[in-house]
C-alpha cells in the first residue's frame, strides 16, 4: 500500500535521464526521422532503466515478493486508471498531486495515486469471494504530479502488503514483523520499526498532525511555525507539540512489541515514537515507519491501519492495516551497504557460432543448457568473427563464453572460456552443465 503512506515520492538511485552528449560517438543522422528529429527526452519526472540498473531492480523486487509469499501474502493487482472519486477525500492535502484528467468518455479520472486505496475498493467489491482474513500484496507503479527533482519523481515503484479484516493488533504485530523481515532478508545489518498509534493523537487537530509529521525534517520550531501557517495559535502550537512529548505506549502497542519480541527480533530493531504520526487522513489506529541506521536518505517504508477506509469506499465495514514501502530508496539503502550482487547481465554463458555451417551445433548446444535452466544467450550473426563475439561478451559482462570450431568438434568437446580469469578448458556438454549448475549454486 502506500508509499503514498510513506514517501512524497520515491528516491532512485541513478538518474537516468539521457543527455544530447551521451550521442555524440553516434554516426551524423543516427536516431533520426526523415526530415525531423527524434525526441530522446523522457518526459519530466519519468525515467528509462537501462539493463544493468533494470536488473538491479529486478533483483531488489524478486527479494521482496519472496518474502511476501513467505509469509503466505498473495499478490493483486488493480488498474492503472481509476475513476477521480475513488481518491479523492481519502489521500489529504496532497490531493494536489494527483494526475487527473477526463477519458475519451469525459469521465473525470486519474492515473494510481497509492495502492492502498485501490485495494480497499477491490476488497469491497469483491467481499463476497474473499477469504478473511485477506493477505495481500502489490507491486506496481504510482503516478504523483510532484515537482521533478533530485530524490522526486511523477513516476515509480510501490511496494505494498496488506491485511484485511482482522481488527486485532495481532494483524498490526505480523505486517509490522514482515516489514522488519524485509529488511532483514535483504541482507540489512539492522532495519528499526518506530512505532506510535493514531489513537493516542486524537486530541489532535488533522492540521497539527500533518505538521508533526514532518518533524524530522524541519525540527520542533519548524513545526510550530508550519501550524502557525494553518491558522494554529503559537500557544496551541506549542501545546501539542508537548503534549505528543508526554506520549506513552497504550495497551496496543505493548502488545505489538511485545509480539515483535516474541518472534525474535533483537529490542534495538523496534522502538515506540510518538513522534511518528503519519499524515495520510485514513489512518485510523497503530502506524508505524522503517528507518536504516546509517542510511541518510529518510524512513523507507511506512504503514498504519485504516479501518474506515473500505467502508467510505464501498460501504462495506471491513477493518484493514499494511505498509508501503518504498523501493527505490530501499534500493538505494541496499547499494550503499553493498547488498547487491553484481549483475551485468541476464546471461550467464554466450555460446558463439564459429561459422555459418556450425550454426544447427551452435543452436543444440544452447537449447541444452537452457534445457539445464542455464540462463544463456546465442550470438546471432553467423558471419561474425570470434574475436568480434568474444568482445561483445567482454563488454555486456556475460561470464563465460562457449567455442565449438573443427577441432572441437572431432574430439566431442566445446571450449568454455571464463572471460574474468581468460582460462579455457575443453568439456562436455554435460560437463558445461555440471560445472555451471555447480557455480550458479554458489
Given at each position: 500500500m502506500?508509499?503514498?503512506r510513506?514517501l512524497?515520492a520515491?528516491?532512485?538511485d541513478t538518474?537516468l535521464l539521457r543527455?544530447?552528449?551521451?550521442?555524440?560517438h553516434l554516426?551524423?543522422?543516427?536516431?533520426?526521422?526523415e526530415g525531423?528529429?527524434?525526441?530522446?527526452?523522457?518526459?519530466k519526472g519519468?525515467?528509462d532503466?537501462?539493463?544493468?540498473?533494470a536488473?538491479?531492480?529486478q533483483?531488489?523486487?524478486?527479494?521482496?515478493?519472496?518474502?511476501?509469499?513467505?509469509w503466505g501474502y498473495?499478490?493483486l493487482?488493480?488498474?492503472?486508471?481509476?475513476p477521480?472519486?475513488l481518491?479523492?477525500?481519502?489521500i489529504g492535502?496532497?490531493?494536489?498531486l494527483f494526475?487527473?484528467?477526463?477519458?475519451?468518455?469525459g469521465?473525470?479520472?486519474a492515473?494510481r495515486?497509492?495502492?492502498?486505496?485501490p485495494?480497499a475498493r477491490?476488497?469491497?467489491?469483491?467481499?463476497?469471494q474473499?477469504?478473511?482474513?485477506?493477505?495481500?500484496y502489490q507491486?506496481q507503479?504510482?503516478?504523483?504530479a510532484?515537482?521533478p527533482?533530485?530524490?522526486r519523481?511523477?513516476e515509480?515503484l510501490?511496494?505494498?502488503?496488506?491485511?484485511?479484516g482482522?481488527?486485532?493488533?495481532?494483524?498490526?504485530?505480523?505486517?509490522?514483523a514482515?516489514?522488519?523481515d524485509i529488511?532483514?532478508?535483504?541482507?540489512?545489518?539492522?532495519a528499526?520499526?518506530?512505532?506510535?498509534?493514531?489513537?493516542?493523537?486524537?486530541?489532535?487537530?488533522?492540521?497539527?498532525i500533518?505538521?508533526?509529521?514532518?518533524i524530522?525534517?524541519?525540527?520542533?520550531?519548524?513545526?510550530?511555525?508550519?501550524?502557525?501557517?494553518?491558522g494554529i495559535?503559537?500557544?496551541?502550537?506549542?501545546?501539542y507539540?508537548?503534549?505528543v512529548?508526554?506520549?506513552?505506549p497504550?495497551?496496543?502497542?505493548?502488545s505489538?512489541?511485545?509480539?515483535?519480541k516474541?518472534y525474535?527480533f533483537?529490542e534495538s530493531?523496534?522502538?515506540?515514537?510518538?513522534?511518528i504520526?503519519?499524515?495520510?487522513?485514513?489512518?485510523t489506529?497503530?502506524i508505524?515507519?522503517?528507518?536504516?541506521?546509517g542510511?541518510?536518505?529518510?524512513?523507507v517504508?511506512g504503514?498504519?491501519?485504516?479501518?474506515k477506509l473500505?467502508e467510505?469506499?464501498?460501504g462495506?465495514?471491513?477493518?484493514?492495516t499494511g505498509?508501503?514501502?518504498g523501493?527505490d530508496?530501499?534500493l538505494?539503502?541496499?547499494?550503499?551497504?553493498?547488498?547487491?550482487?553484481?549483475?551485468?547481465?541476464?546471461?550467464?554463458v554466450?555460446?558463439?557460432?564459429f561459422?555459418?555451417?556450425?550454426?544447427?551445433?551452435?543452436v543444440?548446444?544452447?537449447k541444452?543448457?537452457?534445457d539445464?535452466?542455464?540462463n544463456?544467450?546465442?550470438y546471432t550473426d553467423a558471419?561474425a568473427?570470434?574475436?568480434?563475439q568474444?568482445?561483445?561478451?567482454d563488454?555486456k559482462?556475460?561470464p563465460?563464453?562457449i567455442i565449438q570450431?573443427?577441432?572441437?568438434v572431432?574430439k566431442?568437446?566445446?571450449k568454455?572460456?571464463?572471460?574474468k580469469s581468460?582460462k579455457?578448458?575443453?568439456?562436455?556438454i554435460d560437463q558445461?552443465i555440471?560445472?555451471l549448475t555447480?557455480?550458479?549454486?554458489?
Amino acid at each position: 500500500m502506500h508509499l503514498g503512506r510513506v514517501l512524497p515520492a520515491c528516491i532512485s538511485d541513478t538518474n537516468l535521464l539521457r543527455s544530447k552528449s551521451a550521442f555524440a560517438h553516434l554516426p551524423v543522422g543516427f536516431g533520426q526521422l526523415e526530415g525531423d528529429s527524434m525526441k530522446t527526452q523522457t518526459l519530466k519526472g519519468f525515467r528509462d532503466f537501462l539493463p544493468k540498473e533494470a536488473l538491479k531492480r529486478q533483483w531488489l523486487r524478486g527479494k521482496i515478493s519472496g518474502v511476501f509469499e513467505l509469509w503466505g501474502y498473495d499478490p493483486l493487482e488493480t488498474p492503472t486508471l481509476e475513476p477521480l472519486e475513488l481518491f479523492a477525500g481519502q489521500i489529504g492535502e496532497d490531493e494536489k498531486l494527483f494526475f487527473k484528467f477526463k477519458d475519451p468518455g469525459g469521465r473525470d479520472v486519474a492515473l494510481r495515486y497509492d495502492q492502498t486505496v485501490p485495494a480497499a475498493r477491490v476488497v469491497g467489491q469483491y467481499a463476497q469471494q474473499i477469504p478473511m482474513p485477506f493477505k495481500r500484496y502489490q507491486i506496481q507503479p504510482a503516478f504523483r504530479a510532484e515537482n521533478p527533482q533530485k530524490g522526486r519523481y511523477r513516476e515509480f515503484l510501490q511496494c505494498d502488503a496488506d491485511i484485511f479484516g482482522l481488527e486485532s493488533p495481532l494483524a498490526d504485530a505480523e505486517i509490522i514483523a514482515l516489514s522488519l523481515d524485509i529488511y532483514k532478508k535483504i541482507g540489512f545489518p539492522r532495519a528499526v520499526a518506530r512505532i506510535n498509534d493514531r489513537q493516542l493523537l486524537t486530541s489532535l487537530p488533522y492540521e497539527a498532525i500533518v505538521a508533526i509529521d514532518k518533524i524530522k525534517k524541519i525540527g520542533e520550531e519548524g513545526v510550530i511555525r508550519e501550524m502557525e501557517k494553518k491558522g494554529i495559535s503559537a500557544g496551541d502550537a506549542k501545546r501539542y507539540l508537548a503534549t505528543v512529548g508526554d506520549l506513552r505506549p497504550n495497551e496496543t502497542i505493548t502488545s505489538i512489541l511485545e509480539y515483535l519480541k516474541t518472534y525474535g527480533f533483537d529490542e534495538s530493531w523496534y522502538v515506540f515514537d510518538p513522534t511518528i504520526a503519519r499524515s495520510f487522513s485514513y489512518s485510523t489506529g497503530p502506524i508505524w515507519e522503517i528507518e536504516i541506521p546509517g542510511f541518510t536518505g529518510g524512513s523507507v517504508l511506512g504503514g498504519e491501519r485504516f479501518d474506515k477506509l473500505i467502508e467510505t469506499i464501498a460501504g462495506v465495514k471491513i477493518p484493514g492495516t499494511g505498509f508501503g514501502l518504498g523501493f527505490d530508496r530501499t534500493l538505494e539503502a541496499a547499494e550503499q551497504f553493498n547488498l547487491i550482487p553484481e549483475i551485468p547481465t541476464a546471461a550467464f554463458v554466450l555460446v558463439t557460432v564459429f561459422s555459418d555451417d556450425a550454426l544447427s551445433r551452435s543452436v543444440a548446444i544452447t537449447k541444452k543448457l537452457r534445457d539445464a535452466m542455464i540462463n544463456t544467450e546465442l550470438y546471432t550473426d553467423a558471419g561474425a568473427k570470434l574475436d568480434k563475439q568474444l568482445k561483445y561478451a567482454d563488454k555486456k559482462g556475460i561470464p563465460y563464453v562457449i567455442i565449438q570450431g573443427p577441432e572441437e568438434v572431432a574430439k566431442g568437446v566445446v571450449k568454455l572460456k571464463d572471460m574474468k580469469s581468460q582460462k579455457q578448458e575443453e568439456l562436455t556438454i554435460d560437463q558445461i552443465i555440471k560445472k555451471l549448475t555447480n557455480v550458479i549454486m554458489f
